[in-house]
């Protein structure tokens, strides 16, 4: 028989098991770090509390800071921790005490990637800029994805994906007519803001960057995002629509790996997401994007042929990577790592401009191969036409991975896509005839019984 005690110690919720803590700290903490810290202290877990019982509210918020807030508005001490990041805490803080989480496959390899990546600095052999920032960053923007999309569910997580991204290509077009960035007026002294918060240009033409810090950075990010619209649930001409702007978006960038992604994007969603996309809505977005580049062509290679011999010079660097390679380890930082005024060069070479490049100079070649095997599974999948729309999205960005890092918030939307792909793809779903034979079979199972 139970007792009062434990019928009222049953029915406390989690949220309410932390209020006394919380007392404690508001007592505590401002003797010891400050009223501001405190606040700061307070106002996180409020929102963390808040997220755990409204998922829906927590990706939306994180979704808004991936958006709408540069990657220099982070915290540097002890390490930079980017507003992405901090807001991964906050959403996933309370989630992942009070939820269960059951790890499929997909989410194994995941992790052991990234354990392997933890074992690598703590025996000495990877700096550990690389892994705070490959764990604050990567992995937390993948559980944000598998676990808070899980909750959510996979039709809101869309509709939200697309309002908000193309709410980010109308900024981006209107940066590019106005050529002004509200961003670039929000100064800080970090070191993220001198790397980050200017403009850049291409043949006397300012490039669309938003709040992405980088015209590739934004340009890819779109990419990412055009196959979640093609599968919402949203009108015919309200997809074309977006899908327009994000285009559009992807133009102003002048980012040639962002276009091209984002052209790869419509191509393999119409062709290779069978069942998933409005047929409608994706033959008005190719009669219009052939209309489109059309009439654009001439203007951008205008643009590519005033800036001369710089977009050249660019594609010539990153193919000298390639001679990284042999400096490789199997395991750890490669050979010729240098740091000279605590700027670290690769055997010379300072702006590593590729994804599996650099994941082979900093944590070695088999941490680069596991990553390559990850696309050749995603090609996989978009080939036999099982891919998911958010497998679709990862696999337009890959060929722009061999010229661009994970940079600002796209690494981030990256991973947080790596998250929905293992959600809704880590079994492969079964085809038609064998699901109708097995279907049989169960009713005459069930009518023998």
Known sequence: MSTPVRDAV??????????????????????????T???????????????????RIALTLWLLVVCFVPFWFGATDPFYLSPTALMS???????????????????????????C?????????????????????WLLSFLVGRLLVQRVGTEFTYRAVAVLFTVVAVCAVAEFVLRWNPYYDLTNATVQYRLWGHSQLRGGIIRSEWAFGHSIALANSVALV??????????????????????????VSFSRSGMISAAFAVFLTLFFMKGRSDSRSGMLVLAGGVVGAALASPWIVGIFEQAGSEAEDSAQYRS???????????MGIANGYVESDGVPYFS??????????????????????????????????????????????????????????????????????????????ARRPESEPRRIRHDRQSQLTGAAA
């Open 10 to 35: 049953n029915r406390l919720s989690p949220s309410a098991c932390l209020v006394p803590g919380v007392l404690v700290l508001a007592v505590i903490l401002p003797s010891l770090v400050g009223v």
């Open 37 to 55: 810290v405190t606040l700061a202290v307070l106002a996180g877990i409020a929102i963390s509390v808040l997220c755990s019982r409204h998922p």
């Open 89 to 115: 805490l906050l959403v996933l803080g309370a989630m992942l005490l009070f939820n269960r989480w059951e790890p499929n496959k997909i989410d194994v390899c995941i992790l052991v990637f990234f354990a």
């Open 117 to 137: 990546c933890a074992i690598l600095v703590v025996v000495g052999w990877a700096r550990p800029g690389d892994v705070t920032s490959a764990l604050s960053q």
């Open 226 to 251: 055009i196959p979640i619209v093609f599968a919402t649930t949203f009108r015919t001409r309200v997809k074309v629509v977006c899908i327009a702007l994000m285009l559009a978006a992807a133009v």
């Open 320 to 330: 000298k990577l390639n001679g990284l390679i042999p400096t490789m380890n199997p």
């Open 348 to 425: 010379g070479f300072k702006s590593i401009d590729s994804t599996f490049v650099l994941l082979g100079l900093s944590f070695g070649l088999f941490i680069a191969a596991a990553a390559i095997l990850g696309t050749v599974w995603l090609a996989v999948r978009v080939i036999s036409r099982t891919a998911t729309p958010p497998m679709i999205g990862v696999a337009a960005v890959v060929p722009a991975l061999f010229t661009v890092a994970l940079i600002t918030q796209f690494g981030a939307l990256l991973w947080f896509f790596i998250g929905m792909v293992s959600l809704t793809g």
